[in-house]
């Protein structure tokens, strides 16, 4: 069941971040952010491809500590899709880490 709630929580909440805070481009702004779910393929690359007891961070190799630090300085780019994708990813890492214990 919680499984389900944090695939809901991958759609909902960058949705809900960009009707909050990119009101004129909410759209848009959603969909960039949403498209920072691909970064999920690196699952693609694990054994079980899902497990719901594994912890994403620190185990697939798009969601390891120097990836996630170069998502964070996207954010301080000049070009607003690329700070949004960056945003996007950080949200995703965030949420990740929740089925960590963090």
């Not at 301080?76 to 960590?100: E, K, N, Q, S, T």
């Amino acid at each position: 069941m919680f499984a389900y709630a944090h695939l809901v929580l991958h759609l909902l909440v960058p949705v809900g971040v960009a009707w909050l805070f990119f009101r004129p481009l909410w759209k848009r702004a959603a969909l960039i952010m949403l498209a920072a779910n691909l970064v999920d393929l690196d699952h693609l690359l694990a054994s079980p491809m899902f497990d719901p007891n594994r912890c994403s961070i620190n185990f697939h190799p798009l969601h390891k500590m120097l990836p996630i630090s170069i998502y964070g300085a996207l954010l301080f780019l000049p070009w607003r899709p690329v700070r949004l994708l960056g945003l996007g990813l950080i949200i995703h890492m965030l949420l990740d880490a929740l089925d960590c214990g963090f």
